[in-house]
């Protein structure tokens, strides 16, 4: 039956498919303010995310001599710590950290790493239940005061504690040595881990990843004091800014890389290697081979018993690290950055050709243009690559993944296994070695910021780039997870279930969402650069990136930190209901001819029911006076009365209400449904009739008030005969199959794989709500 529903104050609409309506309401927090999640401004940092006029951190400086001895894999070191205390502050003891112990024979990593025992199980899983009783971790030999006086520790597994002799006061500076060694482990092995060597069996030779490999100062911060959680090996670090100048000494045939810029190169490199390494500091269009992989297997079959020592200087540096072995390549290229050109570099071994010669450097080249154009302009000397088997990040120095087979040959997914791990190795230069976040607490601060900013680099490396992570799509199977293997993103480091899906996909997703979908381009771009050069060479935590991308954009994400980092529900949108209405602009004859069709058809279907079931007929006789009544009536004619108010109405019409009247408008109120939880802008694709379609994109905030049904109207010219939620996948829906209506039939997987198929469902030109409109 036909409705007639009031619109204004006296259009009508004329109803189509019409279905029940949801009035459920359901006014949750999802659009709370932040509030007490978040720490209350202060001096030191603001409520806008930026660092406060009274804001300070500590310094740290280095002077190291270390020594390599390859016979033994083994180092020993001494260095010599200022540490400068820009604290308000009165500190009695320091804290740092050695994270070799973590490697030692009674770590506690193993102990609270669970372990089952599977069938067909690996040696090497075995091993790492059985663990080990060798000697790896880091011997203290002295600690010293300036004049040489033995200060007071306390070493609890990879924390050692200071105690001072008197009080550290604000502004005051200490300085102190430490002599210490360890033997190296097999990084390659069964305690594998971030640094150490790995051997090459056919020519006898090792090459060394050298990190974490002193004891390097924690971060006393405004915020939490003493960063001295225990290093368990998943989060990762905590460290001070400083100066380095450091000594190393190696085998005379090594090539080392390292940390900062080499001071000595005429000491330590042939003259050839140092022709060739002022040639590739002018060079920028490809990479100059400063060692050669001929040269590199002639020094691994000599084995040469002399030393050198490379001296290297970097500054205002959170660590530094090194790579040492004959069997390097090495090349290298210029880039210009900021006004000033930064050093290009790759080291790799033969057994990285020919992938690395070809990609490595100019991968290296790339990241830094594209990471500075979505951030700052990178401002260390130098950026190197060095493949060994992993993937680590240390400032100007990463140690990468990307290996060919033996012949030489590589599958595209090593090649862009390999492109992928320098771009986003490299890439940590910004996240977290100058924009220095906290990893120990939250790892997603720079691993998932860095795989954001990784996945726009490889689109701009190449556009049809096989990307792992970044769009929403491929957040989906994470986000189905059960809910027992799922945590929020704000989880502290080491107490994440699914580490890669939670720390690195997901927030990479959620700013790729804040980008494209929610806040755009332009308005993302200006705030994440803003947050980038706050908080660069500072110390900065997840409210400070909150609270400064809202500030530089003007818009409240609240509701979204609250979805996408401090919750795990997922996105599920459903469009429950469409219902089509058109205005009913017929005058009082067409009106009463439809009424009369209508009655006679309904009259025609009463009559057939009856008589199929056989009811007898029933004779009342009315009395004369009434009989005469209802002959005289007739309910379908017009009547003055009726082409009075008629025109009356039509009177009483401004133009513009009159064009609307006879515009022959289609209104389609949908109904959506949030079964996941997560509330996300409705991205709304139209098909129509004529084979045209159009996009509308409705903010967020329109389930502010209602966040498990929302209903809205869309009035369009033209007749729909499709709606497409999210046609795009811009918003991580975990169940597509309710995005569509009419419905759509989606396949199992089985059938697409029996099938190689696509999706069946309405074709384009059909409009199954026309054929359903009732008569």
């Not at 980008?515 to 935590?541: C, I, N």
């Not at 997840?542 to 809202?550: A, G």
Request: hydrophobic share 35%; with cysteine; proline share 5%.
């Amino acid at each position: 039956m036909k409705k007639l529903i009031l619109l204004f104050t006296a259009i009508c609409l004329w109803i189509f498919p019409s279905f029940a309506q949801h009035t459920e309401q359901n006014h949750g927090i999802r659009f709370e303010q932040l509030g007490p999640l978040l720490r209350t401004p202060n001096v030191y940092r603001t409520a806008s995310g930026a660092p406060g006029h009274l804001y300070w951190q500590q310094q740290a400086n280095y002077v190291i001599d270390v020594e390599l001895d390859d016979a033994n894999q083994s180092i020993k070191g001494k260095e010599t710590v200022t540490y400068i205390n820009n604290s308000p502050d009165a500190l009695t003891y320091l804290w740092l950290q050695l994270d070799q112990n973590n490697r030692g024979k009674d770590s506690d990593t193993p102990k609270v790493t669970e372990s089952s025992i599977e069938p067909g199980m690996s040696l090497r899983a075995l091993e790492g239940i059985l663990w080990h009783s060798d000697d790896y971790d880091v011997k203290i030999h002295s600690i010293q005061d300036a004049s040489g006086k033995p200060l007071n520790v306390a070493i609890n597994k990879t924390m050692m504690r200071i105690d001072l002799p008197k009080p550290l006061l604000a502004g005051e500076s200490v300085k102190f040595s430490i002599v210490w060694s360890f033997n190296i482990t097999d990084r390659v092995g069964f305690i594998g881990g971030r640094p150490g060597y790995e051997y090459f069996p056919k020519d006898g030779n090792y090459l060394y990843t050298m990190s974490e490999w002193f004891p390097r100062m924690a971060v006393y911060s405004d915020f939490q004091g003493w960063q001295n959680k225990q290093f368990l090996g998943q989060g990762e670090f905590a460290l001070t800014f400083g100066d380095y100048e450091v000594r190393i000494t190696v085998p005379a045939d090594h090539m080392v890389g390292a940390t900062g810029v080499l001071q000595n190169p005429d000491q330590v490199l042939s003259a050839t290697e140092l022709q060739r390494w002022n040639k590739a500091k002018q060079t920028y269009d490809a990479p100059v081979i400063i060692r050669t992989q001929s040269e590199a297997e002639a020094l691994e079959k000599k084995k040469s018993s002399d030393k050198k020592t490379w001296i290297f200087k970097a500054e205002n540096v959170r660590d530094f690290a090194w790579t040492s072995s004959r069997k390097f390549i090495w090349d290298a290229m210029a880039v210009k950055q900021g006004g000033k050109e930064v050093m290009a570099m790759s080291y790799y071994a033969k057994e990285a050709n020919p992938l690395w010669e070809q990609y490595s450097t100019r991968v290296v080249a790339h990241t830094l243009k594209s990471y500075s154009s979505h951030s700052f302009d990178y401002p260390y000397p130098t950026a190197i690559s060095v493949e060994a088997s992993n993937g680590m990040e240390y400032p100007m120095i990463c140690f990468n993944y990307g290996r060919p087979d033996a012949d030489g040959t590589y599958s595209d997914a090593i090649k862009y296994g390999m492109i992928s791990v320098i771009i986003h190795e490299v890439g940590h230069n910004y996240f977290p070695m100058i924009v220095n976040s906290d990893e120990r607490q939250w790892t997603w601060m720079d691993e998932g910021l860095n795989t954001f900013m990784q996945f726009m680099a490889e689109q701009e490396w190449d556009r049809n780039y096989p990307s792992r992570r970044g769009p929403a799509h491929k957040i989906v199977p994470y986000m189905r997870s059960e809910k027992h293997l799922l945590e929020p993103i704000m989880t502290n480091s080491e107490n994440i279930i699914q580490f890669g899906p939670n720390a690195y996909a997901k927030p990479a997703t959620a700013l790729n969402i804040l980008r494209e979908t929610v806040m755009g381009r332009d308005l993302f771009d200006f705030a994440f650069q803003e947050y980038s050069k706050r908080w660069m060479f500072k110390h900065p935590t997840p409210d400070d990136l909150f609270r400064t991308l809202e500030d530089a954009s003007a818009v409240d994400l609240d509701w979204f930190w609250r979805g996408w980092f401090y919750g795990t529900e997922p996105v599920d949108i459903s469009i429950e209901n469409v219902a089509w209405y058109k205005l009913d602009n017929r005058t009082p004859a067409q009106k009463k001819a439809d009424a009369k069709a209508k009655a006679q058809l309904e009259e025609t279907y009463v009559s057939k029911e009856l008589n199929a079931k056989d009811v007898p007929a029933t004779v009342v006789e009315a009395d004369p006076a009434t009989r005469d009544f209802y002959n005289s009536y007739n309910p379908f004619s017009v009547t003055p009365e009726d082409e009075t108010a008629y025109k009356n109405f039509l009177a009483s019409l401004s133009e513009k209400e009159k064009s609307l009247l006879n515009s022959n408008m289609n209104f389609y109120e949908m109904t959506f449904k949030n079964v996941g939880g997560l509330v996300m802008p409705l991205i709304v694709e139209f098909h129509y009739a004529d084979g045209t379609s159009e996009t509308e994109y409705i903010p967020a905030e329109i389930w502010r008030k209602s966040e498990s049904h929302v209903t809205k109207v869309f009035a369009k010219e033209k007749e729909v005969v499709r709606f497409v939620l999210d046609p795009k996948r811009e918003t991580a829906d975990i169940d597509e199959s309710s995005n569509y209506w009419p419905r759509q039939y989606q396949p199992t997987r089985f059938e697409l794989f029996k099938g190689g198929g696509g999706v069946r469902g309405a074709s384009q030109g059909d409009n199954p709500m026309k054929k359903a409109k009732k008569k």
